[in-house]
């Protein structure tokens, strides 16, 4: 059997035919040498070409991952700066409650049984407002504390609603009532002839209880209401003349006798400052002047005390 392989080829048509002799293994060899380069050669190609295919993958996946974490980073910083305007609402909330807390002061109203006072709303810690902070380490915490802490706020924001409609019905009722206590002169001018309590009368010369205070002035001196109120009597009293009695509520009248004239009528609503009559010298009297009494639950009481002016 042989174990060679001849071959013989030429160049060209004028050279002459050569001769190789090639043992079978070597070529075998040969040729499998050959065709294992070409499948190495296929192999590498294929290889290259998923490495590239991978390659342009993994950029356009690192490109997707930075997208998504600029956006989870513009999140952290929305969420954060709503994190900080709820602390920022929270603060007004209790500056409104230490505002409360002034008028009350200062109207001398306490609280009554409705009112709810100032509820207390945690704080976010301030190392959540970190940007650096890692994304898993405080950021949930972060949302939760903030609906936590929107549910407070809201019910702070009600109580505080309830407590300044309840500040606002009383100091309506306060001003009603200051509205309705004598502060001022019922006439401008004038001097004090008599004043409240025990004195020794003009007419007798005994001793007596003054309960008023006698303002003396010129005959027509307008005379004016010193807090709001009703007429409950205005006419002529034996020896106290022409009288006016004012109703002004809470158990507080005032008097005003020995008028001139007598300008308003019974049931008549006056306001601090109107007129309601002139001074005069009418009913027991030894002089113009106008008798100015404060009864408080029907019992007089010193009028010098409800003068401011």
């Given amino acids: 059997m042989r174990k060679r392989i001849k071959i013989w080829f030429h160049s060209n048509a004028t050279s002459g035919i050569k001769e190789i002799s090639i043992h079978k293994t070597v070529l075998r060899l040969g040729l499998f040498i050959f065709f294992s380069m070409i499948g190495v050669a296929i192999l590498i190609g294929y290889d290259y070409s998923q ?30 700066s709503f994190a900080g305007e709820i602390k920022g609402l929270k603060n007004e909330i209790y500056n409104l409650s230490k505002f409360e807390e002034k008028v009350r002061l200062i109207a001398d109203i306490n609280r009554n049984d409705n009112a709810s006072g100032l509820i207390g709303i945690g704080g976010i810690p301030n190392n959540s407002f970190d940007p650096d902070i890692p994304l898993k380490k405080n950021h949930n915490n972060l949302i939760r504390e903030m609906h936590r802490q929107i549910n407070q706020t809201h019910l702070a924001v009600e109580k505080q609603a309830l407590n300044f409609d309840n500040l606002i019905k009383q100091l309506e009722e306060k001003r009603n009532f200051l509205a309705s206590t004598p502060s001022i002169r019922p006439i401008v001018g004038g001097w004090i002839t008599s004043k409240f309590g025990n004195r020794k009368s003009p007419f007798t010369g005994k001793k007596d209880f003054h309960s008023g205070l006698d303002i003396s002035n010129r005959s027509g001196t307008k005379i004016v209401a010193t807090a709001d109120g009703r007429i409950s009597f205005a006419a002529r009293k034996k020896y106290i003349g022409n009288r006016i009695v004012i109703d002004h509520g809470h158990g507080m009248n005032t008097l005003y006798g020995h008028l001139k004239k007598i300008m308003v009528k019974p049931g ?42």
């Fill in 51 to 80: 490495l590239k295919k991978t390659s342009y993958n993994a950029i356009a996946i690192n490109k997707i991952i930075n997208q998504q974490l600029n956006e989870i980073n513009n999140q952290r910083v929305q969420i954060q």
């Fill in 268 to 309: 008549q609503k006056v306001k601090r400052g109107d007129v309601i009559g002139l001074l005069g010298n009418t009913g027991q009297s030894t002089g113009p002047h106008v008798h100015y009494e404060v009864q408080l639950n029907g019992t007089p009481v010193n009028p010098l005390n409800y003068i401011l002016n």
